[in-house]
Nanobody, 116 residues
Framework: QVQLVESGGGLVQPGGSLRLSCVAS????????MGWYRQAPGKQRELVAA???????KYTDSVKGRFTISRDNAKNTVTLQMNSLKPEDTAVYYC??????????WGQGTQVTVSS
């Protein structure tokens, strides 16, 4: 059973940066396209960024040019570098398999709050 543990969230001022990490236990990680998702209060969970096993990436329009997703298959880690953060980026961030892949059990997520 793959377990996902997200970390790196926190409180940051607008324009600031955070680096989120997701560590996955279990061997399925290396064959899965992975994604970062977020859920803001009162809103549905949305896909923010995704990366294939070979490193191809895609982003939702609102984060293009500001967020960068990467992965290290040897370390079972997916990272989301978030720059130029905006208040509307405030949400709980989760990692999981990308849409179209078999979803894993959701972790606890990591809270990102962008506020002055």
């Amino acid at each position: 059973q793959v377990q996902l543990v997200e970390s790196g969230g926190g409180l940051v001022q607008p324009g600031g940066s955070l680096r989120l990490s997701c560590v996955a236990s279990g061997s399925r990680f290396s064959i899965s396209a992975m994604g970062w998702y977020r859920q803001a209060p009162g809103k549905q969970r949305e896909l923010v960024a995704a990366i294939t096993m070979v490193g191809s990436t895609k982003y939702t329009d609102s984060v293009k040019g500001r967020f960068t997703i990467s992965r290290d298959n040897a370390k079972n880690t997916v990272t989301l570098q978030m720059n130029s953060l905006k208040p509307e980026d405030t949400a709980v961030y989760y990692c999981n398999a990308a849409p179209g892949s078999m979803m894993l059990n959701w972790g606890q997520g990591t809270q990102v709050t962008v506020s002055s």
